[in-house]
Structure formats: structure tokens, C-alpha cells
Nanobody, 126 residues
Framework: VQLQASGGGLVQPGGSLRLPCAAS????????MGWFRQAPGKEREFVAA????????YYADSVRGRFTISRDNAKNTVYLQMNSLKPEDTAVYYC????????????????????WGQGTEVTVSS
């Protein structure tokens, strides 16, 4: 599967952005989906994940209550709605696909994901 993330840009603190990630192919429902981010000078970190049926969602503590992950299986797209953005949310955001549902806490492990998008840059600054 090929993944294309978009929707990044410059936003003021407290603002919102929605990042879509479009997947190619007709097997989107076979994949659990995740979002990761990498801030300048830092390692890539887990942000959020959603199961194949969207029945389960998972969040990093740093974004819980501000970010929402969702998916539209009819449109082969996963979304990351980001509200109340902070300067520390500045990063390149990547979507990723895992060809199964998650077992245990594996949703936050980069090595679980077989496919990655190219990333979209989000800058939170006044």
C-alpha cells in the first residue's frame, strides 16, 4: 500500500489542523493505521493509532484530549485532527500502515508498521 500524507502547514498556538493520509489500493481495511511525528533534533515518536474497524483508538499521553484519529474506509483515508496546538507539536508527521490489528501495546512501535508515508510538516508558531 502507498500512503500520501498532506495538510501540514503553519498554524498559531491554540489553532487546529487536520491531516489526511490517503492510501492506495483496495485493501485499506486490512490495515491498522498510525501517526508518528519527528521534531527537529529528536527521534520519531508515536502520536496515535486506529484499528482496522476503527473500534479502537490509541494516543500518546502528550496529545490525548487534543488530537483525534479517525478513518474513512470508504475513502481509504485516515485523519489526524489536531486541536489546541502547541509549539511543541511542531514536527514532521508521518502516517503508517500495519497489516493486521494490534496485539498488546504494539501500536506505538515503529517496527510494527510495514508501510510509511512521506511526511507532512507542521509548524506551530506565532
Amino acid at each position: 500500500v502507498q500512503l500520501q500524507a498532506s495538510g501540514g502547514g503553519l498554524v498559531q498556538p491554540g489553532g487546529s489542523l487536520r491531516l489526511p493520509c490517503a492510501a492506495s489500493g483496495r485493501t485499506f481495511t486490512r490495515y491498522a493505521m498510525g501517526w508518528f511525528r519527528q521534531a527537529p533534533g529528536k527521534e520519531r515518536e508515536f502520536v496515535a493509532a486506529v484499528s482496522r474497524s476503527a473500534s479502537s483508538t490509541y494516543y500518546a499521553d502528550s496529545v490525548r484530549g487534543r488530537f483525534t484519529i479517525s478513518r474513512d474506509n470508504a475513502k481509504n483515508t485516515v485523519y489526524l485532527q489536531m486541536n489546541s496546538l502547541k509549539p511543541e507539536d511542531t514536527a514532521v508527521y508521518y502516517c503508517a500502515a500495519h497489516r493486521a490489528d494490534y496485539s498488546g501495546g504494539t501500536y506505538s512501535e515503529e517496527s510494527v508498521y510495514e508501510y510509511w508515508g512521506q511526511g507532512t510538516e507542521v509548524t506551530v508558531s506565532s
